[in-house]
């Protein structure tokens, strides 16, 4: 097996991290996960990525690659999404929870 890499992107609410993750056999059949960071960018404070924020019991998929967040069947950037779905000023905002998106997949099913 030869190394995979894979990009992602992982944000959190002021930043966004630009990664790629290389997949490598160890010995004994294992697998080693290596990280690296490619760039860090600043982003306005995202308060739908804030783990402090209040949360209602809505559940909004996260793409757990891209960050893009599921609307309407769409995947949409956190910022696109907030626009999208009315949050920004909401007083509670909905839970997270994660997948993965169509483009991510297709990356992960190129690798097999
Ligand atoms: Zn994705």
Excluded at 47 to 72: F, Q, S, V, Y
Aim: aromatic share 8%.
């Amino acid at each position: 097996m030869e190394a995979a890499r894979l990009a992602e992107q992982k944000g959190v609410p002021v930043l966004r991290r630009y990664m790629q993750m290389e997949i490598v056999p160890a010995a004994d059949e294992a697998l080693e996960f290596r990280n690296y960071l490619l760039r860090e960018e600043h982003r306005d404070h995202v308060r739908l990525l804030d783990p402090t924020a209040e949360r209602d019991h809505e559940l909004l998929r996260m793409c757990g690659w891209c960050n893009c967040i599921c609307c309407d069947e769409t995947w949409l950037s956190v910022e696109e999404a907030v626009n999208y779905l009315g949050l920004f000023g909401a007083p509670q905002l909905p839970q997270i929870t994660h997948g993965i998106c169509p483009d991510c997949a297709l990356n992960f099913k190129d690798l097999a």
